[in-house]
């Protein structure tokens, strides 16, 4: 009875497995994500995200981060869209993906399978070309995915579901480094106060006012809803409203506790509103 009751429980969780990515919150990275620096950094790498990098020729890059502790489990899967131009390209031909330990240690991404995978959430079918899943080292993974043709790729990071944080920006560093000799840049032309992609103020929300740059706040948090717009299940015109603007509560009028746009939005920040 024992074991029944086991395999039946194994049966129920492998059911379940199946939707893992159907919950990992999506991350887009914009076409400044150029480098893992410059790229959104996923706050504890254990929780499941997709990100989403798509490429209009040859030779673009996109890249992000992820933080993993002593003891973790780096889980990261390869997923394409079952759907052209894609899944008829040539394995030689998709993006590849080079993953960077906290010490240096270099993985490219070999393609070892073509596994159909239906999410439901997203009604989306996908196609596993790669998985794994290894003991982490503590520290800051880098990701970058290096195109070799218009495509679009999701690569699927972490296992648990739950809802995890996103930071744009430079990785806060713990002891500020003090250089012995500032550079003669440096000193030549003070920088501004506010230089670093963090800095996401209501006057730059305000220039990102049209379609072409959609930037908003909600909530405090700065987002770039520009490819956002023509995918938004309420009309495109809902998210062109909130352009240029605080859309705090535009967005809780209509979507307030709701886990799907909660979780879409979080995709596109790109930082904490600076004053
Ligand atoms: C950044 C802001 C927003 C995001 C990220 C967002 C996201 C979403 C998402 C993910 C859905 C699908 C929900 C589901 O799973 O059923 C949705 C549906 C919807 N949204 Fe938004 N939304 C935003 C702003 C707004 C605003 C400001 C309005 C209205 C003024 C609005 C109106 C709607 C409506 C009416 C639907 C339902 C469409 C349908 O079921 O046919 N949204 N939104």
């Known amino acids: 009875m024992k074991k029944l009751l086991i395999s039946a429980l194994i049966t129920a969780m492998s059911a379940l497995a199946i939707s893992p990515a159907s919950a990992h919150q999506p991350v887009v990275l914009l076409d400044t994500d150029t480098t893992a620096e410059k790229g959104p950094l996923l706050v504890d790498g254990t929780i499941s995200f997709a990100i989403r990098a798509s490429f209009t020729k040859s030779g673009q890059k996109k890249a992000f981060r992820a933080a993993l502790k002593e003891g973790d489990q780096l889980d990261v899967q390869y997923l394409i869209v079952d759907k052209k131009p894609e899944n008829s390209l040539k394995n030689t031909l998709l993006p590849q993906l080079v993953i960077t330990s906290p ?6 991404i070999k393609f070892t399978e073509r596994t159909k995978f239906y999410e439901p959430w997203g009604r989306t079918n996908y196609l596993y070309l790669a998985r794994i899943s290894t003991p982490a080292e503590a520290g800051i993974y880098s990701f970058v995915a290096t195109s070799r043709a218009k495509s ?7 296992e648990k579901e739950v809802t995890g944080e996103v ?27 506010v230089t670093t992609a963090s800095a996401y103020t209501m006057a730059k929300v305000q220039e990102n006012n049209s379609a072409t740059s959609c930037w908003s706040v909600i909530n405090g948090k700065v987002y770039d809803l520009t490819k956002w717009i023509n995918s938004h299940p309420g009309g495109s015109s809902a998210i062109k ?6 859309g705090t509560s535009s967005f809780t009028a209509q979507h307030r506790g709701q886990g799907s746009p909660a979780s879409t ?8 509103l600076t004053s």
């Open 152 to 158: 679009a790729i999701t690569i699927a990071v972490g």
């Open 265 to 272: 939005l979080a995709g596109y920040l790109l930082g904490p």
């Open 167 to 193: 930071l744009r920006g430079p990785a806060p560093t713990p002891t500020p480094a003090v250089s012995a000799k500032p550079s003669p840049a440096a000193t030549a032309s003070p920088t501004p106060e």
């Open 103 to 108: 010490t240096g240690k270099k993985t490219t």
């Open 241 to 246: 409203g909130l352009c240029g603007i605080d």
